[in-house]
């Protein structure tokens, strides 16, 4: 059984950076792609970034493109998220999700079967 668990959340000024880290138990990133998806209150969950693990292909939501990085964490069997310059509108619960969406379908989360619990990022002065 698939279990994945985010952390790194938390309250950063504007500006700063986090670091969210997704940890895979029961199933290897093997042949799947894994994503970020955020959902602030009030809003449908969109879509962050992914990763194709096979290969290392990578996406990114153009309101994140150059400051935030997805990244594999072999040792760990997690995905890594390093966000830098921080913005008041990234707040938002951050998800992690593994799934098998062709090219084209990578930013539709209904693409994506396994999804962790989330984990807040707060971003305010």
């Known amino acids: 059984q698939v279990q994945l668990t985010e952390s790194g959340g938390g309250v950063v000024q504007p500006g700063g950076s986090l670091s969210l880290s997704c940890s895979n138990s029961?199933?290897?990133?093997?042949?799947?792609?894994a994503a970020w998806f955020r959902q602030a209150p009030g809003k449908e969950r969109e879509f962050v970034a992914a990763?194709?693990?096979?290969?290392?292909?990578?996406a990114y939501a153009d309101s994140v493109k150059v400051r935030f990085t997805i990244s594999k964490d072999n040792a760990k069997n997690a995905v890594k998220l390093q966000m830098n310059s921080l913005k008041p509108e990234d707040t938002a619960i951050y998800f992690c999700?593994?799934?098998?969406?062709?090219?084209?379908?990578?930013?539709?989360?209904?693409?994506?079967?396994?999804w962790g619990q989330g984990t807040q990022v707060t971003v305010s002065s």
């Open positions: 999700a593994i799934g098998r969406p062709i090219t084209s379908a990578t930013r539709d989360p209904r693409m994506y079967y396994d």
């Open positions: 029961g199933r290897t990133f093997s042949g799947y792609t």
């Open positions: 990763l194709r693990w096979s290969g290392g292909n990578t």
